[in-house]
């Protein structure tokens, strides 16, 4: 049997436990699972593009555990009533190579991705951060922002989409999560003052939604929605301006903010900051950027929070996914008239 935790399952498991808690332990397990960095077979996405978006397959293993997501990408999604990213996942025993959890990953996502965007914050951003501009008030969000508060300390936000229902929206959620909004009229007018810069819009294009000239020292901006080839949100001017730091320089380079500058532009992978081998800020003027795209890894380390987190609890139920016939070479028994094959 197959642990399958559907949204319904998700939805109760987030509301019980509580988002800022289950961020919290999606980053121990992430932080855990990039210093062990070298266990890990990795490759980058598996993208099947189209004019409307992409659709990608996110595998990896640590030799015992073998995980993947399906994940797609449709920033007009939402016009049609859809939503940008939806996602499922899958953890298999790599001894058997049986799947053992099934997982609904669009919340799941959204949940690993905040908790990635502060674990990351918390090596990169200035240790008295609390005030955070927020550029696209979409599905993201509202789970930056528990995961900012939860991890780094931020308590005051600076919002900006070019949606105004999407700003309503956020205004109301984030206003009754006990969060100071203020509610900018423009990016520059959202980013004055702010310690940390997010931004989570969705645009199949290079957008510029941050200039160059709005970049403050010591700044830290955490670049979540240029996650696709030809798909970006910030000047490439401003990767000038500080220090880059990825998840997997090879996937990196074709998804994120560094596509639009030369392939051997200097970045820094986070496993190596994790570890202590390298600084992550290193002064107080310093501008750090977190070119995010969404790594395989943070899928897998969710999923596995996920799956300690649900074990012996009734969030989620056991399918019958893997056909299982008496006679393991006998799997014809199983579809075969009765009467006709021998028993399996
Ligand atoms: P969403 O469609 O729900 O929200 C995006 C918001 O951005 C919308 O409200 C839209 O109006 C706004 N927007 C678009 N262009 C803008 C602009 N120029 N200025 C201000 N606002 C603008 O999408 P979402 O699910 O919140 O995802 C946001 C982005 O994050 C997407 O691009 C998605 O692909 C990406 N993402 C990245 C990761 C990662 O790990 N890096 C994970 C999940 C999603």
């Excluded at 436990?17 to 919290?24: D, L, M, P, R, S």
């Excluded at 399906?70 to 001894?95: C, E, W």
């Excluded at 200035?126 to 005030?131: C, G, K, L, Y």
């Excluded at 006990?178 to 290079?206: E, H, L, P």
């Amino acid at each position: 049997m197959v642990r399958f935790v559907d949204v319904a399952s998700m939805r109760r498991w987030v509301r019980d436990v509580g988002a800022e808690k289950i961020v919290q332990s999606i980053a121990e397990v992430i932080e855990h699972d990039f210093r062990r960095w070298d266990d890990f077979d990795k490759i980058a996405r598996i993208a099947s593009h189209s004019p409307r978006g992409v659709i990608e397959l996110m595998p990896i293993s640590d030799g015992q555990t073998y995980g993947f997501k399906y994940v797609n990408g449709h920033p007009d999604n939402p016009d049609r009533g859809l939503q940008t990213v939806t996602a499922f996942g899958v953890l298999a025993d790599v001894d058997s190579g049986y799947p053992v959890l099934w997982a609904e990953m669009t919340i799941l996502t959204a949940l690993r991705t905040a908790a990635m965007s502060a674990s990351a914050a918390r090596l990169l951003a200035r240790p008295d951060s609390r005030t955070m501009a927020l550029i696209g008030t979409g599905s993201q969000s509202e789970f930056q922002s528990i995961a900012f508060r939860a991890l780094v300390g931020v308590e005051s936000l600076r919002i900006w989409d070019t949606d105004s229902a999407a700003m309503d929206k956020f205004e109301r959620n984030a206003t009754g999560l006990g969060f100071a909004v203020y509610r900018a009229a423009s990016a520059t007018d959202a980013v004055a003052g702010a310690d940390i810069v997010t931004t989570c819009t969705a645009d199949k294009q290079n957008a510029t939604v941050l200039t160059s000239d709005f970049v403050t020292p010591g700044v830290h901006i955490n670049a979540i929605g240029g996650d696709c080839p030809g798909k970006t949100e910030l000047d490439p001017t401003i990767l000038q301006l500080g220090d880059v730091f990825v998840e997997y320089t090879p996937q990196t380079r074709i998804e994120g903010e560094i596509q639009q500058v030369a392939g051997d532009f200097p970045v820094t992978e986070l496993w190596r900051v994790y570890r202590g081998e390298v600084s992550g800020r290193v002064s107080r003027d310093q501008i750090t950027i977190f070119d995010s795209v969404g790594f395989a890894l943070e899928d897998f380390s969710a999923l596995q929070a996920l799956h300690d987190g649900v074990q012996g609890t009734d969030y989620g139920v056991d399918v019958d996914l893997v056909a299982k016939p008496a006679d393991p070479k006998n799997l014809f028994a199983l579809v075969a008239d009765p009467a006709s094959a021998s028993a399996g």
